[in-house]
């Protein structure tokens, strides 16, 4: 038969023969419906009013954006809200050429991530309210040099009419180029 | 040798055997699961029933498709009529296996132990293997922004990129030596001989992600032989001694920290480190394999494993100090760039080369410097979790 | 309660999985193809059994024999199903039946025809093949009740 299988450490298929090659094929069926839970229900029904909430934690000082009611670190209750700003710096950013299904985008897509600024609240370099968003009014050179990194962003809402409650409310978040 | 922790029996590697990786194979989950456990029982002189517990490991049942796929495959794995428990942490699953398998001989409940890992990510194939981890998001922080996996890993890249002020030509060179280590590897999957601008003219997915700077979906497993002290004197001449494990998590946001330095692999290296006795991980460790599914990964995590100063690592690659002849090899199996990346199975396959390279039986592979303390790593989920384990021989 | 729970409908990522037999179930199918039922071999310890795969799961060595089964198959268990998977009730109930081969290990799951009350544990069956076929368990369409029952029973 050849040498045994386990000596010869399995059998890789090419592409072609896994194409063609005697196999089952199904599709999974599972459909979720996903509960927003309390904190990120309010949040984002304040989006949706066109404001940032998040809740803040009395043992390490942070803000958490998006809320939640428990701190992870501190495992404590979280009872106060606060109302963040819409304006913050960018932590970093990259340029994405391929969409989420892996196909190349007609026009590269820059993601990030924002360190929002809460009025009356300061954070370390460590630990600080940060969001993943698309960032605007950037070029792809702009982070290929990283002269984006630490750049003030502030957010470009949807319409009011447009907003339902979802983190897309915010359309993207708009470098502010002194 | 001292370790910091009172348990009923040392713990030791006494075989190890892994499938090749590739991008497809023919077997099924439970027989890819078999060939290695079958090669480690194999490689210690020992029969299915002389195990007493089995241990085994494996990422999302997503991948291959099969809910509860530990139990799916345990049957290859040997876990017949035997205590089984299945483990998973993501990407740490690898060497958070013999973590486990470590707490099933030190606390004397078993003691022979086959520890088994396995991955065939290949059945995901309509799309596309990581079309799994459009599940790993937050499904309303960051799912509607229809997220692309590769976004995470550049942006954690660039963070480090900026605040280490290493570019992508130092990063790219852990690809060309890992990639390299891996010619002289039979298991390996994504063997080559490559220079830095190969990386760097390779197709630009996520900037600063280029295609070579990513290692490849795969199937595979892995496997392990663990035992007690006692059996360990009988069965070999040569035990390797598990003398440190360490394992921490993270949060999932992510998002709200420093990304250019992996604290949570700092407190699980400083857990392995204290159980070992090692005061001086950077004079102490001779040869390590850290997690290196991206190339900056293993900068990364040489740094957060404290086995380089911060933001040294590039530095350190590009003297060749981490080179097979080098003064502290780093993946000498050519890595999870080199060999593959069947999730779970690739930690434990870094596992399995310290345990040969601690007995001098990696072949081609095997390096220059004369090894007695080596170190493996994982890690996994969103930025989440750090495995490790120390090895001596 | 001043806010209101939000709800969002998520699907599964992958579309379809596939799924390959190994080596000895590529053969396995093959051999199904050309309507015959095989089992496993093991060389070192002689165990036999199905559905078939590389290694024998009573000694852990090596199988790459298949043999053809002599016996005739009969039911070891049936269940009978009267709903589908959405709760709906079926036109007709499916029998789901247990198949065994006397001296072989392990067994088949698959479709019964037969009237439900001429259904008995231990009945000899036979298989029924589809004519189009293309290496799979449902190349057998179903299996009937032979007539004669097993003398075991």
């Known amino acids: 038969m050849g ?155 949807a319409p009011e009419d447009r907003r339902i409650g979802s983190i897309n409310d915010i359309e993207c978040f708009e470098v502010m180029w002194r | 040798m001292k370790t910091n922790i009172y348990v009923k029996s040392r713990v030791a590697i006494v075989g190890a055997g892994m499938t090749l990786f590739r991008r497809r194979m023919l077997e099924t989950p439970q027989e890819l ?95 596309h293997p990581q079309a799994v981890f459009r599940h790993i998001w937050d499904p309303f922080t960051e799912k509607p922004l229809n997220p692309n996996l590769i976004w995470i890993f550049a942006l954690e890249m660039h963070r480090y990129m900026h605040k280490c002020s290493v570019s992508k030509e130092d990063i790219a060179l852990v690809a060309v030596k890992n990639k390299r280590n891996a010619l002289d ?34 199937d595979g497993a892995a496997a392990l032989v663990m035992v007690s002290e006692e059996w360990a004197r009988r069965l070999t001449d040569t035990p390797v001694w598990v003398d440190g494990i360490g394992y921490t998590l993270d949060t999932s946001y992510w998002t709200n920290r420093e990304l250019s330095f992996p604290v949570y692999l ?18 102490e460790i001779d040869v390590a394999e850290p997690y290196d599914p991206f190339d900056y990964k293993e900068l990364h995590h040489l740094e957060g494993l404290g086995l380089v100063p911060r933001c040294k690592a590039a530095e350190m690659t590009r003297e060749g100090v981490t080179q097979r002849d080098g003064d502290l090899p780093i993946c000498p199996s050519g890595g999870l760039l080199g060999v593959g990346n069947p999730i779970a199975a690739a930690g434990l396959m870094k596992v399995a080369e310290i345990f040969w390279q601690l007995r001098g039986e990696a072949g081609r592979r095997q390096v220059k410097k004369s090894v007695t303390t080596g170190l493996a790593q994982a890690w996994g989920d969103l930025m989440q979790v750090g495995t490790v384990v120390i090895l001596r021989r | 309660m001043s806010w209101k729970p939000v709800v969002r409908e998520i699907e599964m990522e992958i579309k379809a999985y596939h799924y390959t037999p190994g080596p000895l179930g590529l053969r396995w199918l093959e ?107 449902t190349d057998i369409e179903f299996f009937r009740i032979s007539g004669a029952r097993s003398p075991n029973d």
């Open chain 3, 31 to 137: 051999a199904l193809k050309k309507g015959l039922i095989m089992a496993a071999s093991c060389d070192r310890c002689g165990y036999v059994f199905i559905p078939p795969k590389i290694y024998c799961p009573r000694c852990f060595s090596e199988v790459t024999q298949l043999v053809e089964i002599k016996e005739k198959p009969h039911l070891a268990s049936y269940t009978v199903i009267y709903k589908d998977f959405e709760g709906r009730e079926l036109e007709k109930p499916i029998v789901l039946g247990l198949i065994r081969f006397r001296g072989v290990a392990g067994g088949l799951i698959h479709y019964i025809e037969a009237p439900i009350d001429r259904i008995t544990i231990g009945a000899e069956l036979e298989p029924v093949f589809r004519r189009d076929r293309r290496g799979s368990i």
């Open chain 2, 185 to 218: 590897n039979p298991y390996a999957q994504a063997a080559a001989n490559i220079t830095v601008e190969d990386v760097l003219k390779s197709e630009l997915l996520v900037y600063p992600v280029n295609r070579l700077d990513i290692s490849p979906v795969s």
């Open chain 1, 3 to 157: 040498l045994s299988i386990r000596i010869r450490g399995g059998t890789p298929l090419r592409d072609e023969e896994f194409r063609e090659i005697i196999k089952e094929i199904d599709s999974p069926r599972a459909r979720y419906n996903m509960a927003a839970g309390e904190a990120y229900s309010r949040f984002f029904e304040s989006l949706r009013r066109g404001e940032i909430l998040g809740t803040y934690c009395p043992g390490c000082g942070l803000v958490h954006i998006p809320p939640k009611i428990y701190c992870p670190y501190c495992f404590r209750y979280l009872t106060k809200w606060v109302r963040a700003s819409d304006e913050g710096r960018v932590v970093t950013a990259v340029v994405s050429y391929l969409s989420a299904t892996l196909e190349r985008l007609e026009k590269p897509e820059i993601i990030g991530i924002i360190r929002l600024d809460v009025p009356g609240y300061r954070f370390t370099s460590y630990r600080f309210p940060g969001i993943l968003h698309r960032i605007c009014g950037a070029s792809e050179d702009d982070v290929k040099s990283q002269r984006i990194f630490d750049a003030r962003v502030k957010a470009r809402w």
């Open chain 2, 33 to 127: 699961a078999w060939i290695a456990a079958r090669r480690a029982l194999d490689q210690a002189g020992l029969e299915l029933r002389d195990i007493d517990c089995v241990v085994s490991g494996s990422a999302p049942d997503a991948f291959d498709g099969v809910h509860l796929k530990g139990e799916y495959y345990s049957e290859g794995a040997g876990a017949i009529r035997k205590p089984h428990v299945r483990v998973f942490v993501g990407g740490g699953t690898g060497v958070f296996v013999p973590i486990a398998a470590w707490w099933h001989v030190a606390s004397g409940l078993c003691r022979r132990v086959l520890v088994v890992a396995e991955e065939k990510m290949s059945s995901a194939a309509d799309p």
């Open chain 2, 266 to 283: 700092k407190n699980a290296s400083e857990m392995a480190y204290r159980m070992a006795g090692i005061d001086r991980p950077a004079k």
